[in-house]
């Protein structure tokens, strides 16, 4: 999406409000079983972003999503800006 708009694009979660997405674009609501934590990344004013730049880079980070007994860890790879999940079971 960077890539294709030319300029950056940053994913924010905000825990306290239980919201995700894209800036300046409709929010998503986080389901009360859902629990999603970030590490690496950028925060900022409690929020937890993934920068995309149109250079193809990312900020580098780990999201961790557990519902119920299931966990997936999303990493973002800071040079390729890519996306790799993996289920932890």
Do not use: S
């Given at each position: 999406m960077a890539l294709n708009k030319g300029k950056v694009v940053v994913f924010a979660i905000d825990p306290e409000a239980r919201t995700y997405g894209i800036e300046?674009?409709?929010?998503?609501?986080?389901?009360?079983?859902?629990e999603?934590?970030?590490e690496g990344g950028a925060e900022l004013e409690g929020q937890f972003r993934l920068c995309f730049y149109p250079d193809?880079?990312?900020t580098g980070?780990?999201?961790?999503?557990n519902f119920g007994r299931r966990s997936w860890t999303l990493r973002v790879h800071p040079l390729l800006g890519t996306v790799r999940v993996e289920?932890?079971?």
């Open positions: 300046g674009e409709r929010r998503g609501e986080i389901p009360l079983e859902v999603i934590r970030g193809g880079t990312a980070a780990e999201l961790i999503v289920e932890e079971g």
